[in-house]
């Protein structure tokens, strides 16, 4: 839905007045205002911005928005660029027809649900797994899952690592539930202009009488088809930079995404006030409250970046293009999730993903800020959020969240209403002195044997 001219900057300019907020707060003891956080996940999360659709107009004017904050906080544009957008171009596949499924040349008359595939023909030698755990998945190009406590994404991660170019799974109700949370519609991965899209394994389904047909067939050769068109989409980052006061000392780097997954096929708005708009959130707030005091020692980059949801694609070409050398950044902290308390963890505490791999969380830890271990890790999300992307170059990078696995995560009812705000601002609260501690010391992160991550993992 296009936003009348006058209308979008009028919600601009209502919900950047909170930027100019005066900073009369004294430095050591600064509050997060709750009105604050308010206002920026009731633009980021409205009806305005249509979901923030990865690498879209709404993404962009989502960036638009940051941007403007990050000029009212008194930010500067990072070294080297003349604006706060750095911006990418994004290949995007889709599909055009339903799928075919063939074995040994002739096509079966039950059309396959595609919930993903890297591109529009795979093939190969089939095998069926005799269990649905992951860890015992045969090594073959096409393997067949049909038992019925399959759980579609832990066996999708286990194919990726095994090679596997196709998997069939039996379809259920977690297959069904998967589907319609990707969109309803297949999920054939984009890449950035100029670089090879990614070796992917494709996942479908079939209904149970059209799968036990196929697993009767030994060593047959299964071939799925799928008509693609592309399109290209720019997508956005949106960059503030605070100067340090010493050239020497460092780079932070403080990051969230800005997109989610936009109108759905059906006319769907997944607002996505949760995922991520409330990281977006904390690292405008953290900006806020950082560039309101004295000057820092080392100097902070602060990034939302676009198309997390459809590859953490934004964080890649950053992590390709930095502003400053990636040498020289000393950590990188972002923040995914952080609208919802977790059960399992302590009142206002954030879980840090990947947190026995450094010696990141338990120095935040000490200097008072909320966070503890992820108590999920068989989720795997330290790989899932945009610091990978920085974690792969060698920077301490992890993810810090609140419930990673709440009910609304890609749901519709990820909306403004169902955000906890008082959980969100005092998470935020909490992590404000351990950063601007960070940002005025000497510590420097590091790796603990075993914990930097390689391509793959």
Sequence with gaps: MMLARSTLFAALALASSTALAPAAFAQDNWTVQERWVRAHEAFLASETLQGRGSATRDEAIAAAYVASQFEGYGLSHAPGMDSYF??????????TGPAQLSINGKAIATAPTVLSAPGTHVAGKMAVAKSADPTALPQADVVLVGAADAEPMALYRAAM???????????????????????????????????????????????????????????????LSL????????????????????????????????????????????????????????????????????????????????????GLYGSKYFAEHPPVPLDQIIANIEFEMIGAQDPK??????????????????????????????????????????????????????????????????????????IDFDFMTKAIQSLIEPMRWLADGDFKPEWKPGGQPKAGE
Excluded at 86 to 95: C, E, F, L, S
Excluded at 182 to 190: Q, S
Excluded at 252 to 276: C, E, I, K
Aim: proline fraction near 6%; charge should be neutral.
């Design 227 to 310: 008509p693609s068109k592309e399109d290209k989409a720019i997508t956005t980052n949106a960059i503030g930079y605070l100067v340090g006061s010493d050239p020497g000392a460092g780079t932070l780097l403080f990051t969230a995404h800005l997109d989610h997954l936009g109108v759905q096929p059906d006319g769907t708005v997944m607002y996505g006030a949760n995922d991520d708009a409330s990281g977006t959130t904390a690292v405008l707030e953290i900006a806020r409250a950082l560039a309101s005091g004295k000057q820092p020692k080392r100097s902070i980059l602060f990034v939302c970046y676009g198309s997390e949801e459809i």
């Design 345 to 418: 963890l302590p009142k206002d505490t954030l879980m840090m993903t990947g947190y026995e791999r450094s010696n990141l969380g338990e120095t935040i830890k000490a200097h008072g800020g909320l966070v503890a271990a992820d108590p999920y890790p068989e989720q795997n999300f330290f790989q899932r959020s945009d610091n990978y992307s920085l974690a792969l170059k060698g920077i301490v990078a992890h993810t810090f969240s609140g419930w990673a696995v709440t009910p609304t995560y890609h749901d519709r009812s990820d909306t403004f209403e169902n």
């Design 161 to 223: 690592q095994n090679k596997v170019k196709l998997l069939i799974l039996r379809e259920s109700e977690a297959s069904r539930d998967l589907y319609s949370k990707m969109g309803g519609a297949p999920r054939l991965p984009a890449y950035l202009e100029g670089e090879a899209p990614r070796a992917r394994t494709a996942i479908a389904t079939l209904p149970g009488t059209a799968f036990d047909a196929l697993a009767k067939q030994r060593s047959a050769t299964v071939e």
């Design 86 to 95: 750095q911006k990418a171009t994004i290949v995007r596949p889709h599909a």
